[in-house]
């Protein structure tokens, strides 16, 4: 079946630490995102890729990064320097293109900071 | 820039009572339109869409028009079922990169 995965579901740091979460598709989409979401808002844009090599920063870029190796995969690395990083964290790809294409979402990663 | 506004929640609602939720957008041009639900703990899942002016999207009951004359993109459904309760969120898409533009959420609780 096809889809997207992020691992894990449930995520623990301490405060100062650095914690990566993995994002993998085997839908052959070209395009990824990362979003994160806090109770009772929508979703915010963090970072966004079209192609293999390539990514842009969204709407809350600061504290994250995020690396494209690979078609399938979008890890996304929360950084010591996020000030506030407890988060319901989504990651989503499409087959890029126009504006009419679907986002297929994963089940996303609930991050805590202690 | 562009914008998504939806009614605030949470909607309650006894079962197969009608269902409206409000969206609105701010865009220039022709976004595509889209409706999200996510049920707890999950993600997201594609509920409809609607990709021009006048178009409906639909699926399982639920229906949203594009109009463009008031850039609104309600929800509609005639007859809710617990089922339905979850977060639903109204989206636009305007050829950024694909990226989606969100409202808020509106989360409905359905009873027996």
């Known amino acids: 079946d096809g889809g997207i995965t992020q691992s894990p579901k449930y995520l623990f740091r301490k405060e100062g630490q650095n914690v990566t979460l993995s994002c993998e598709q085997n839908l052959n989409h070209d395009a990824m995102y990362w979003y994160r979401q806090d109770p009772g808002q929508g979703l915010r844009l963090i970072y966004y890729s079209q192609i293999v090599n390539d990514f842009q920063k969204g709407d809350i870029a600061e504290g994250y990064s995020v690396s494209r190796e690979k078609k399938e995969s979008f890890p996304l690395t929360v950084t010591s320097a996020q000030k506030n990083p407890t988060a319901f964290y989504l990651c989503a790809s499409n087959m890029g293109g126009g504006a009419g294409n679907e986002q297929f979402f994963g089940p996303g990663t609930r991050l805590t900071v202690l | 820039g562009n914008s998504v506004t939806q009614m605030e929640g949470p909607v309650t609602l006894s079962e197969e009572a009608f269902l409206t939720i409000n969206c609105t957008y701010t865009?220039?041009?022709?976004?595509?339109l889209f409706w999200y639900v996510q049920y707890p703990g999950e993600g997201l899942q594609l509920l409809l869409k609607?990709?021009?002016?006048?178009d409906k999207g639909s699926n399982k009951g639920f229906e949203a028009t594009y109009r463009k004359e008031t850039t609104s993109f309600h929800l509609e459904k005639g007859s809710v079922q617990v089922s339905d309760s979850a977060v639903y969120f109204c989206a636009l898409s305007h050829n950024q990169g694909g990226k989606l533009i969100f409202g808020q959420g509106t989360e409905l609780s359905v009873k027996p």
């Open positions: 865009a220039t041009g022709y976004p595509s």
């Open positions: 609607a990709t021009k002016a006048d």
